[in-house]
């Protein structure tokens, strides 16, 4: 469940909704363009790039709070470790859902953001 | 000071960034380990570099590893960025060389706390290093005098290379805090009683 991402973020910044604003724009610039490198990387058996791009995609939910998707990058990121990664579908299921969730949740958030200012 | 911000991913960068833009250091953001490799290997004055534990290129454990192989000045202080719930990440990042650690997510407050950590240490290290280049050129000094020295048997002069003697005074003077003041000993005295009255009867 991804409520209003950008509450927690604006809580690590110290209130600063224009550092806020910045943040969104890298991580809406930023996250597609990572959950598409993790279906390509699933696709080829990369088991590599799986792990390092569900780590990243991990990092950056973690600081929005959105547990959902730390636990499915995390979950993810230990089969491509284990190199299971034929176990993988469910994962990238979850994956791919709570990464589009918070897309778009960052994107309603930063639209707030910029009628306000 | 510097300020070395390694993480291939942007919001992370950027929370670093935004916490310690203020702090007066020189920030330098890069993408990947082998840029972050480059930085670190070519520094050119004390730096506090923050290398996320898994990049692209070279990661922050490697990165740790090889900054300890490499001569230890300037002075670099690592703080690596671990993902929280991975106490091994942790236990590796330190016994690799970091110096500290933090958990993401982190906010501001908590980076800047240990970033300030860092940048103390580095001071303290600076001065540290500086006083040891002080005392290394003082002790230098002091044994040029503790080594054989040619002298003339005559006049005492010292021999400072195949053609010149200097007075013994200067040579002091020049190699020593020591200062030369002048009296004539009781052995010299009647001789120089006689040079002085010899003087005078020429006149």
Known sequence: MVSDPCAALLDRVGGDAQIVAELCDAFLEDAPRRLELVRAALASGDAQAVRHEAHALKGVAAAFDATDLVSAARHLERLASDGTLEDASLSWRALERHGRMLIEAVHACRERLACRS | ?203
Request: proline share 6%.
């Open chain 2, 1 to 203: 000071m510097q300020i070395l911000i390694a993480d291939d991913e942007p919001v992370s960068r950027g929370l670093a960034r935004a916490a310690l833009v203020d702090s007066g250091c020189q920030i330098t953001c890069v993408e990947n380990g082998d840029a972050a490799w480059e930085a670190i290997h070519g520094r050119t004055g004390p730096m506090l570099a923050i290398l996320d534990r898994m990049m692209p290129g070279v990661d922050g454990i490697e990165l740790c590893r090889r900054a300890h192989r490499t001569p230890p000045y300037p002075p670099l202080y690592i703080v690596m960025v671990t993902s929280a719930g991975e106490p091994g990440d942790l236990a590796e990042g330190l016994e690799a060389g970091a110096d500290d650690y933090i958990p993401k997510p982190y906010n501001r407050a908590e980076l800047r706390a240990r970033a300030n950590v860092g940048l103390r240490m580095l001071a303290l290290q600076e001065s540290l290093a500086r006083r040891v280049a002080d005392l290394e050129a003082a002790l230098a000094s002091v044994k040029q005098l503790r080594g054989l020295l040619p002298m003339c048997a005559y006049c005492k002069k010292i021999r400072v290379d195949n053609s010149y003697w200097q007075q013994l005074e200067s040579y002091l003077a020049a190699h020593s805090d020591a200062q030369v003041s002048h009296g004539i000993c009781p052995d010299c005295f009647p001789q120089a009683l006689e040079s002085v009255e010899r003087d005078g009867l020429k006149r």
